[in-house]
């Protein structure tokens, strides 16, 4: 698949890059998508909530209320689930919830994601943008350029670029990460993908292997 490539203008240079079919041009693998997502979603989550139980509240366990001869039933702790106050009845506990996807299954749902925006129209692909300093109007102005400030947008750099990501971190729509940092759920919930020039290199080299 050829692509033109864009300036920060949106304009076209002139140039075309050529996108590795094996990388760009897949049949996409919807099952494989669903693992990868799934297990980035699960990675995400702390796994820190925990409530105290019966033996963890401070109460007394002194028998607050006679036997027998109240109408109601027995009982001997105000620890009880039952009373307010009380420990939680097998409440929630620390652990974790990663899980394991094979890396070939990672890289394939990587390459369908890719596949789906290419195929889509949803792939652009701009020479390296560079910022003297950080101002989030200067581009702004990019992203009306190439016509996508109503999208939500992922931005893939080669490297880190500090001014880029400070003039674009405050924008609700558009998120800004290296190559080595792009993963499929990021994909997925942009509408547009912008690859600058040097990224689409080092991406088609992680994923072919």
């Not at 140039?15 to 979603?41: M, T, W």
């Not at 039952?82 to 094979?102: E, I, S, W």
């Not at 990019?142 to 750099?157: A, E, M, P, R």
């Amino acid at each position: 698949m050829n692509i033109d490539i864009l300036n920060s203008k949106g304009e076209k240079t002139g140039r075309s890059i050529e996108l590795a079919d094996e990388v760009f041009g897949i049949k996409p693998n919807e099952h494989v998508v669903y693992l990868a997502v799934k297990a980035y979603l699960a990675n995400q989550r702390q796994g820190t909530h925990k409530t105290k139980e019966r033996n963890e509240v401070w109460r007394t366990t002194k028998k607050f209320k006679k036997q027998k001869g109240t109408g109601g039933a027995r009982a001997g702790s105000l620890k009880n689930p039952m009373f307010k106050g009380g420990g939680r009845a097998f409440g929630p506990r620390p652990h974790d919830y990663d899980l394991k996807v094979n890396r070939k299954v990672r890289l394939l749902a990587r390459r369908s994601a890719l596949s789906s925006k290419a195929m889509g129209g949803n792939l652009i692909v701009v020479e390296e943008i560079t910022m003297d300093k950080p101002r989030t109007k200067d581009f702004m102005a990019v992203l009306k350029n190439l016509q996508i400030d109503n999208n939500k947008s992922l931005f893939v750099t080669s490297e880190a670029n500090t001014n880029l990501y400070l003039s674009g971190r405050n924008l609700q729509n558009t998120r800004l990460v290296r190559a080595q940092d792009l993963n499929t759920y990021d994909i997925l919930r942009s509408q547009k993908l912008v690859l600058s020039e040097q990224s689409v290199e080092l991406i088609t080299k992680s994923l072919k292997n």
